[in-house]
């Protein structure tokens, strides 16, 4: 186990002076907190024997039947008896690895991957395996590649793990028709895939997409939080799995914690049925793209020439790919020094890729804040490229070279 590239920065960026762009914590602040104090104080006065005992290890009834309602926004169809309530979605993510991986199976995972992600299938002694993304998500060429090379290596792939709605960190989102190839591709290959799906609901156009789940029920595992369209704080999330992968998982849980908090599923279960909450995740969109923009405009207008990045459709960032020669995780404590944050690329690949590339978060900051920001990084990436024509450039070897595969049309 080794430190995430996050939480690493987590001391430094702490500074009221630094501006941000590097922690996906969502904006809890723009909650109707109010009213949301007062439904937790009457949930505790009312209900408190309840709310402050233990529960199942699968989690409260009434709040699996509430997330298959939430879940149904995307075409899924569940039942609450193949929900298990989590503690966070990373949790869920431990849970399934603890169950699948023995050391040296083969985890395939988008190139970039989620951090966390890779932190859970390293724990586990997992061999993650990239495929690459472009700006249309995964590529479902090279995941057919990848599987045919792996089949003649002799090496067993236990499951996909992917993020296919404004994927994190590329911010990228799987096309209607690729979802359809993918499903297809891991069928055809007898390979479980894990959809990842946090930020499913912030999108910001049109409806939300049809998730993988609602088309493959057997061979999909679905991973859902209330982390980005409630309150991170609380952390709940969960898991739908068929029905066999489930009782698995509620004895994994059962060893890891024993239950879930019972407050906070609780609390989550009384604001899903006593407040608007549809209408408070339309808000956060509105709020989200207002600070997507504002971040997508500052960019246009104050990168160096070379720069490029992707334009997410919703969720909570962009990913950004420097000019040839220049390192972004060399250049980060520069960055720093000049008031400003981001996460290297480095920390969302498993092999060493990722050198060029930078995760921009706009969930957090405010819009002017966000402007501020990209101004002063722009800045520090103009310092790198004179010391790179003055000095000459970074050479990558391997997978974080700068023919790095990914997304990042400017």
Not at 133 to 157: N, Y
Not at 166 to 190: H, K, M, S, W
Not at 239 to 246: D, T
Request: proline share 6%; with cysteine; aromatic share 8%.
């Amino acid at each position: 186990m080794v430190p995430s590239e996050i939480r690493a920065l987590f001391a430094m960026v702490a500074r009221p002076e630094v501006v941000s762009l590097a922690g996906g914590a969502p904006y809890v602040s723009a909650l109707p907190l109010d009213a949301v104090g007062s439904m937790v104080g009457d949930l505790v006065a009312g209900k408190g024997a309840e709310v402050l005992q233990y529960g199942s290890a699968q989690g409260d009834e009434t709040l699996r039947e509430l997330i298959c309602e939430v879940m149904a926004l995307e075409g899924v169809q569940g039942s609450a008896d193949d929900v298990v309530v989590t503690v966070g979605a990373q949790q869920a993510l431990d849970l399934i690895t603890k169950i699948f991986i023995d050391p040296g199976d083969v985890v395939l995972a988008e190139a970039p991957s989620y951090v966390g992600a890779l932190g859970t299938f390293a724990s586990y002694q997992a061999d993650v395996v990239h495929v690459p993304l472009d700006d249309a998500g995964l590529i479902p060429s090279a995941l057919r590649d990848t599987l045919d090379r792996l089949r003649r290596e002799g090496r067993r792939v236990k499951f996909l793990y992917t993020v296919p709605t404004f994927q994190n960190p590329a911010g990228v989102t799987l096309t209607a028709a690729r979802r359809t190839q993918v499903l297809e591709i891991c069928a055809e290959y007898d390979v479980l895939v894990i959809e990842d799906n946090p930020y499913g609901l912030l999108g910001y156009e049109g409806e939300p997409m049809r998730a993988l789940r609602a088309d493959d029920p057997d061979r999909v595992i679905y991973l859902g939080s209330f982390s980005k369209t409630i309150a991170s704080g609380l952390r709940v999330g969960w898991v739908l799995a068929p029905h066999a992968v489930r009782a698995k998982l509620v004895l994994a849980a059962e060893s890891a914690i024993l239950c879930p908090s019972n407050f906070s599923q609780l609390a989550v279960r009384e604001y899903l049925l006593t407040q608007p909450w549809r209408e408070q995740i339309k808000a956060f969109r509105e709020m989200y793209r207002e600070r997507r923009d504002a971040m997508l405009d500052a960019l246009d207008q104050l990168m160096p020439d070379g720069c490029t990045w992707t334009r997410p459709g919703g969720g909570f960032f962009v990913w950004a790919t420097l000019p040839e020669g220049l390192d972004a995780k060399a250049m980060a404590p520069r960055a720093i020094a000049d008031r400003v944050a981001y996460v290297p690329g480095t920390g969302f690949y498993a092999d060493g890729g990722g050198r060029r590339n930078m995760r921009l978060s706009f969930c957090f900051p405010e819009p002017h804040r966000i402007r501020e920001g990209v101004r002063r990084l722009a800045a520090v990436v103009e310092k790198e490229i004179r010391l790179r024509d003055t000095f000459g450039g970074v050479e990558h070897d391997g997978p974080g070279g700068v023919h790095t595969p990914g997304p990042g049309i400017v």
